[in-house]
């Protein structure tokens, strides 16, 4: 059960979405991010649009299950909504009780509803089609020339990595510590967020102690294993540019060249 | 004249404990062990076989003494990378020593910290993987297999590297039977097959018959070495020590003091049948 967890939501898959290079996955995502700032009419969002439900059904993934990925956000649509929708002063279209309903704000309200919407479902996109490994491996390429000014791209690639694969090993392994807990009598279930937040402790020091260990052990492991940093290390799997990469980047630039014109034109 | 893979010349390991108190884990040890060999380390938890074992790659380094790996002196530091490839280690929980998200990345990983290739890793990956029998689960997510997959994975890991020796530090110990079976056969099969030297730490009799050679330690130091027919013949002595035998020859040893007449080497089912 608690092992099932997915984790970075991916939707395993064989489209051409999915096998696109993850640098250019991740650049596209960033170049999409800051077309949606620079738009400022209604016109420009059509083509958004389009772009979205261009990728959604070329990675073959349901819409349901991106809708989903929307609902915990919900609220925070719902807030920015509400106070663009009152707090904008213009027009008065109708009142409710104090506030007041302006064609301004209405516009307004809508224009950031609809651009919060296509931030969250387009770089879900990418979480959604790109499997972890492809992107820590895309992260560390891409930070790669930063190397020279002090980021450290590979220790970061590598930390993810880790983080990754351990996940599921201390989810399994907070779960026997729970129920042998459970077996001596701790109750995790009743009482209220205070009292249930305090019988976590018997379960998070041995975790966390666990942890420690594993830390420690892995270390060695590694160190076994010849690893130094990602100085003179080589990959198994190199990561190529196809002729659909340059497509999708084409695709992308186009549409940011629209933005643009329909902003500053 | 066999050639020596790893040869320990008086070789002291100390280290504190909580109350400043300086312990020595390792006294004195004389050893050699040669290429192509299969040698069993047997003894009680904190009798140093892990100690020994890390001191044969470098992770630890001698106090007293020297430890030499194919002639290198481990304490030269130019030299520490070269004796951890040529003397790889698998350890004791295979969860803390898998280091990818994918069971192909993993074994991957060392050769890849070596610098090699990319296509000579691909090479090297799909070999190590055939060799612990485990291509098709390449890729695989390694916590969705079972203990003893894990430790072959683990295994293949250090062969990807391409070592002439395998330390292995109790790769049993946290595993069902038909998981150390498995492992157990892997061993085995790469010591006959690939003329891996073999250095086997372990707490289970039956599978220290196995070896070529087995070596007894106690209080940090070897105190009983010899060809595993030898060694469990002797089995009064070894009983004294705390240590137990192998089912097979406790039952011929109990049969024999019953005034059957049978030879006191019966290691294997097969040998007391056919005594029988």
Redo the contacts between chains.
């Keep these: 059960m608690i092992?099932d967890i997915t984790i970075g939501q991916y939707y395993p898959g064989n489209t051409v979405i999915h096998k696109l290079d993850p640098r250019i996955k991740i650049i596209i995502t960033f170049l999409f991010i800051i077309a949606l700032f620079f738009i400022d009419k209604f016109l420009p969002y059509l083509f958004v649009l389009g772009f979205i439900i261009m990728v959604i059904s070329m990675s073959k993934i349901p819409v349901k299950y991106i809708l989903k990925g929307l609902k915990p956000l919900l609220p925070i649509i719902i807030i920015t909504f509400l106070l663009n929708l009152f707090m904008t002063r213009g027009q008065v279209v109708f009142e409710i009780g104090p506030l007041d309903v302006t064609i301004e704000g209405l516009n307004k309200a809508s224009f950031m509803a609809f651009r919060l919407i296509f931030l969250i479902v387009g770089t879900s996109l990418l979480t959604l089609t790109t499997s972890?490994?492809s992107l820590t491996d895309g992260i560390e390429k891409l930070l790669n020339p930063f190397k020279k000014i002090g980021v450290p791209a590979h220790e970061l690639a590598m930390m993810m990595?880790?983080a990754?694969?351990f996940i599921?090993?201390l989810l399994?392994e907070a779960e026997k510590i729970m129920k042998a807990q459970m077996a001596r009598g701790a109750d995790f279930e009743s009482g209220n967020v205070l009292n249930r937040a305090k019988s976590l402790v018997p379960l998070l020091v041995p975790l966390f102690i666990s942890a420690f260990r594993?830390a420690d052990?892995?270390a060695?492991?590694?160190?076994?294993?010849?690893?130094?940093g990602g100085e003179?290390?080589?990959?198994?799997?190199?990561l190529i540019l196809n002729t659909r990469d340059f497509i999708a980047m084409s695709i992308m630039l186009i549409l940011f060249v629209i933005i643009l014109l329909y902003r500053y034109l | 004249m066999k050639e020596i893979m790893v040869k320990m010349d008086n070789v002291t390991y100390e280290y504190t404990n909580n109350e400043e108190e300086r312990i020595a884990a390792v006294k004195n040890i004389n050893l050699e062990i040669y290429k192509g060999e299969f040698v069993v380390i047997l003894g009680h938890n904190g009798s140093g076989k892990s100690t020994l074992a890390k001191l044969m790659?470098a992770?630890l380094l001698p106090f007293k003494g020297k430890v030499y790996v194919n002639g290198i002196d481990t304490t030269d530091m130019n030299k520490i990378?070269d004796i951890?490839?040529t003397a790889?280690?698998v350890?004791q929980?295979p969860?803390?020593?898998?280091?990818?998200?994918?069971v192909?990345?993993d074994v991957?990983?060392?050769?890849?910290?070596?610098?090699?290739?990319?296509k000579e890793?691909?090479k090297r990956?799909d070999e190590a993987l055939a060799a612990v029998e485990m291509l098709e689960y390449k890729e695989y997510?390694?916590?969705l297999l079972s203990g003893g997959q894990k430790q072959r994975i683990a295994i293949a890991?250090?062969l990807a590297?391409k070592p002439e020796c395998i330390i292995l530090d109790e790769p049993t110990a946290m595993l069902d039977p038909s998981g150390r079976k498995e492992v157990m056969n892997t061993i085995k099969r790469l010591n006959e097959k690939e003329r891996k030297t073999i250095i086997h730490i372990t707490h289970y009799m039956d599978e220290a018959v196995l070896a070529d050679r087995i070596i007894i330690m106690e209080a940090g130091q070897i105190i009983m070495e010899g060809a595993p027919k030898e060694i469990f013949s002797q089995v009064e002595k070894l009983k004294k020590m705390g240590l137990d035998v192998p089912q097979v020859t406790e039952l011929a040893y109990k049969l024999r003091k019953e005034g059957i007449d049978i030879p006191n080497d019966i290691l294997t089912v097969e040998e007391l049948v056919s005594v029988l």
């Design positions: 092992k972890p490994i990595t880790i990754l694969r599921p090993t399994e594993r052990e892995l060695m492991a590694m160190e076994a294993r010849c690893y130094r003179n290390r080589t990959r198994m799997k190199q | 790659n992770l990378w951890r490839q790889g280690m350890f929980n969860d803390n020593q898998i280091v990818a998200t994918i192909e990345e991957a990983f060392g050769p890849e910290n070596q610098g090699i290739e990319p890793i691909r990956v997510a390694p916590h890991g250090v590297m």
